[in-house]
């Protein structure tokens, strides 16, 4: 299926979206597709919330560092991992949950897989999405905001649209520095990164009209001036361990 | 795109395969669709490691619970999360990684995300494909055969191959138990679950020849008898912090 191929190869984040709704018929077969996707031990670990609320819409859109396409959407979906149904499932039958890294791990895999289905969903009916980390930004609001119960913690949003721009296809790192054969290669691989750093260059002068100047490597050096986000108190207290 | 739809919807894990090889376009083109997932801040913080060396693949599937489908498979990837490219490039800069929970998060989903392109990539050109979590029963061996260096690990394994099986579809939790508008539905989902064991109850039936009865909460109840993977020591040893 050549179609499927060209359209996973021709991915680019969409963050401005034309003033069309996204149907229930487009979103519905969106989420069947999410449904569908592989899941640890058929655990189906993870949950999505649709944010239709304006109101909720403008909350997220700050606390996700005030990324407008969040408040604009015409979908907005939260992705959650999810354990509560685990337990709940345990519970029917007298058993009990213990959390883990194993399971917090499982959880967060069951969301992305199912989350990527549904992005690839949208983009083969036309639309366009971006992935949101920033509602990692403040993980207790969001939380708080959505009611999520314990065993829940939002792992990212995902905006979805009719595309209203057409960015261009952002280089990816060389296929040796992505895969190997049989072992992790050992050894530099600063040849390749900075091979990759001319072509990345190329393409964010291209983007920004010749205004930026920056190369991969670059990019991810000055990411480390920043503190990361910071979860794990509210992780514990929603339930998950990370200690074995 | 109605093919492409069709393909995620029908989405079945296979673990029998035709004696036919996965040729060499056919794994550049899984390659390079996963490749093209998003990825945090561009971060492209996962590797894949090809396994082709027969004893290689003997010992993995020793190590996944002995799964003969990992020793048989004509393609098996191993899919790992990998902050140790971020790591060099901003050592390449005079800048150190400060790795966190929120990294080693944005590490697994990134890998997640591409091996979920891969899986898709895969079963548009005929492939079959199965996620193998079992690489984790022993992630310290796993990490010594692969020679992962520090800030990698292996998430998971991928079998890949020309299907020999035609598994029925499994039935998936009810939307109303994975989807909710603007808050996490509050109160049991009781009678819904008990609606998809009756559902998943047949599938089982069917699927084992009246052999096996049971339900999807119990088999999930079933799960808490067994200890969880623990892997967390691990990788603490190979530089992932759990910490904030």
């Known amino acids: 299926m050549e179609q499927t191929l060209s359209l996973l190869e021709g991915h680019r984040s969409i963050r ?8 229930a018929e487009q979103l519905d077969r969106i989420l069947g597709s999410a449904q569908m996707a592989s899941s640890s031990s ?3 670990a993870y949950s999505v919330i649709g ?3 304006p109101q909720l819409r403008e909350r997220l859109a700050e606390l ?3 990324q407008r396409h969040v408040r604009e959407a015409p979908v907005f979906l939260v992705w959650c991992a999810d354990l509560s149904r685990f337990a709940e499932a345990a519970g029917m039958h007298g058993a009990e949950l213990q959390t883990s890294t194993e ?9 992305a897989l199912a989350a990527q289905n549904a992005a690839i969903a949208a983009e083969a009916q036309g639309l366009g999405i971006v992935y949101i980390g ?15 119960p314990p065993l829940v913690y939002p792992v990212f949003g995902m905006c979805i649209g009719v595309p209203a721009e057409e960015p261009d296809r952002r280089p990816r790192l060389p296929r040796t520095a992505v895969y190997a054969e049989n072992r992790y290669p050992a050894g530099s691989r600063r040849e ?3 091979a ?3 072509e990345y260059r190329e393409y964010i002068r291209g983007r920004s009209g010749g205004g930026r100047d920056t190369t991969w490597t670059q990019e991810m050096s000055g990411r480390t001036a920043y503190p990361p986000r910071t979860f794990t108190g509210l992780l514990r207290e929603q339930g998950f361990r990370l200690e074995d």
Chains 1, 2 share one sequence.
């Not at 401005?16 to 149907?23: C, I, K, L, N």
């Not at 920033?134 to 999520?148: K, P, Q, Y």
């Open 134 to 148: 920033g509602i990692r930004n403040d993980m207790r609001a969001v939380s708080e905001l959505l009611e999520l």
């Open 196 to 198: 990759y750093d001319r």
């Open 103 to 111: 399971y917090f791990l499982v959880a967060t895999v069951d969301a």
């Open 192 to 194: 390749g990164l900075e």
């Open 51 to 53: 944010i239709t609320d």
């Open 64 to 66: 996700a560092g005030g």
């Open 16 to 23: 401005r979206y034309a003033d069309e709704p996204v149907t």
């Open 42 to 44: 058929h655990m189906q």
